[in-house]
Structures are given as C-alpha cells and as structure tokens.
C-alpha cells in the first residue's frame, strides 16, 4: 500500500502544466468549479507528478486560471511510477462516475440551501420532476388513454407575427423593484417578498416549461414577474433549431400570459442574419430581458453582442432593460439599464 501521508504546497500556476492526452473534456465544468473555488476556497488541492504535470485536477487548475489565481496548493506525488500516475488519472475519473445520487436525500439537502443559488455549482431542482412524471409500464399501457402532446398545439396555437408565426408576448408596463432568482431556484425560494424568476440558466433547467407547462405553471404564479425561458440561439445550431427556440420561447411566453401572469420578454440573437426574425413577437416601447453571459470571453462575441443590442434597441424601444452579467463599458450610460445580480452575489452583499 501506497504512503497515506500528503505535503500539500502553494506552487506558482504557471509552473503546473496540464497532461497533453488528458482524455477528460471539462470545458462545460469549468465556470461552476470557478464559482465553486470562489465561493467556498480551495479545498482540494491538485495532483502532480514530479515533473509538475496535472494527474488529478485538470479542471481546477482551468478554473483557477480563470479566476486570476497566483498560486494554487499542490500535492506532488514522488511516489508513483509514470504507469501509476496515468492509472490513477483515469480511475480518479472513472470511480467517480460510478457513484449515484439518492434522489430523495439529494432533494431534500438542495430545498435546505437557500442562501446560494446551487445552479452555480452545477445543480438543479428537476430531481423534482420526479414527482411531476407517472412511470408508465408500456405493456401495461392502455392506448385509448393516451394523449398526444403535439409539441402543444392541442393546449394553444396563438395568432402569429412575422414570417414564422411567432405568438406575441405583451408584456408589462413597468420593472417595480424586487429580488431575481433564476427558475431553478423556485422549488427552494421561500421568501414571502415580491420576487420575479429569469431563465438566464442552461436550457436544460427549463425545459421542462416546454414539456410540462401545466406543472409548472403554478409554481411561476407565485412570482411577481417572470421572464421568458431563454433558448439558446447559438450562430452554430441550424437556423431551423435557432427559429424554433425563438418560437418555443415566445409560446410560452404567451402561454403564462394567457394564465394571468406577468412575462417580461427574454431579447436574444445571433449574427446579424438573425435579425430578420429574433425581433418577431416582441412588444414595443415596453421592458425586456437581456444576458451578457459569455459576451466578454473573446472581441467576437462582445462585437456580435452589441451589433444585436443597438439592432434591439432601434426596434424595440424598451423602456426598461433587465440586464443579466458583467456590464460592459460600453454600455454603462445606458439609463435604461436594470442590473440584474445573481440570488448568490446579493446574497454576500448583504
């Protein structure tokens, strides 16, 4: 048995070097382990071997360039072979994957956390869907009982604008001041005040708005406001799939306004091409929703950001503008402006 004993140093990051066939892709991991070690420290410290190539700790070494980091603890393993260290860089990989949740323990301990929005770190409150979804037996199935979704056509087809049939969203005369949390956070949010929930959260948290309106349709009610789901435009995706996000969003936009509720339209785009339709179904003169989420990572993005938001800006006319992520400088004069800050970032203010 390998020396259970560990010299943990602070080591300059430059002098760690990742391992160049690292088989793990963890790009996606890299913002919530950033937050992660911004949030809680650094409690796990990177593996190296001797010549201060990363074993165990390619993600937190990315996150830690990231946050600007100097130097970073390290644990230098002297005592493994070079056939070692590859081995324990796959095991320490592959144990990991081979553990699961316990549903019922894992919902209970997220609902407990209410001072830090958990989708920083990766987490969501679907597990709850669990309780939302009845587990058919298909042989069992009854098929006269069976009721086809139709994308929700047989719930609403609403009158459409612009070339595709884009439902309109109406939206609300004025922003009054209230707390933000993101649509994750409603299962656990327990707060009486007046509240409005964004989506400005990975789509695969509120999908399920698309494939369960009617569960979670109550559960919006209970906020003052609420943005429009904000499905991925992305220039890469097919033009078809970036047209029906913009549709998917506006559908149910207008659904939850249908229902009484008050919908702040999510504003997004992509290259300019996009602006001939991502403007479809939007009120005019009235408040919107936009991310900068990602816009400062490279000139591109933050030039093809600003190109859409003069373009939403001459046709839409917003009299507010909720605005979700880093600001930038070029826009900071804009009186219109409403920073949004995440339920964890207002949370340490205070």
């Known amino acids: 048995m390998k020396s259970m004993g560990m010299k943990v140093e602070m080591m300059d990051i430059n002098q760690i070097h990742p391992f160049e066939n690292n088989p793990r892709i963890n790009d996606q991991a890299v913002e919530k382990t950033a937050n992660s070690i911004r949030d809680f420290g650094f409690k796990q410290p990177i593996v190296v071997d001797k010549d201060m190539v990363v074993i165990v700790g390619h993600t937190r070494l990315k996150a830690s360039q990231q946050l600007g980091l100097k130097q ?17 860089r796959l095991a320490d990989n592959r144990t990991g ?137 992305y220039t890469d995706f097919p033009k078809a799939m970036q047209i029906w996000n913009h549709y998917r969003k506006h559908w149910i936009g207008a659904y939850l306004e249908a229902h009484g509720l008050a919908v702040i339209p999510t504003i997004a785009w992509g290259d300019e091409s996009s602006f001939d339709w991502c403007f479809d179904g939007e009120p005019v003169g009235k408040p919107v929703a936009v991310s900068s989420v990602g816009v400062m990572n490279n000139p591109e993005t933050k030039d093809m950001f600003l190109e859409g938001y003069v373009a939403m800006v001459e046709r839409l006319r917003p009299s507010q503008i909720l605005f979700y992520g880093e600001m930038i400088p070029e826009l900071e004069s804009d009186e219109t402006i409403i920073p949004v800050k995440s339920f964890t970032n207002k949370w340490r203010e205070d």
Do not use: C
């Open 72 to 88: 970073v603890p390290v644990v230098i393993a002297y005592d493994l072979t070079e056939q070692e260290a590859k081995a324990y």
């Open 97 to 233: 994957e081979l553990a699961e949740w316990d549903i019922s323990l894992l919902d209970s301990e997220l609902a407990d956390i209410r001072e830090l929005d958990m989708s920083d770190y990766g987490f969501t409150d679907s597990l709850e869907d669990a309780e939302d979804i009845d587990i058919v037996d298909q042989d069992e199935e009854d098929d006269t009982e069976f009721t086809p979704n139709f994308l929700n056509a047989q719930k609403q087809i609403f009158e459409g604008v612009g070339e595709y049939d884009i439902p309109q969203i109406r939206g609300v005369d004025h922003i009054e001041e209230v707390d933000w949390i993101s649509f994750n956070m409603l299962n656990s949010y327990k707060s009486e005040q007046p509240f409005g929930v964004h989506h400005f959260i990975d789509d695969y948290q509120f999908e399920r708005e698309w494939s369960q309106i009617e569960v979670q349709l109550p559960r919006l009610q209970r906020a003052k406001y609420v943005t429009s789901p904000d499905f991925s435009i």
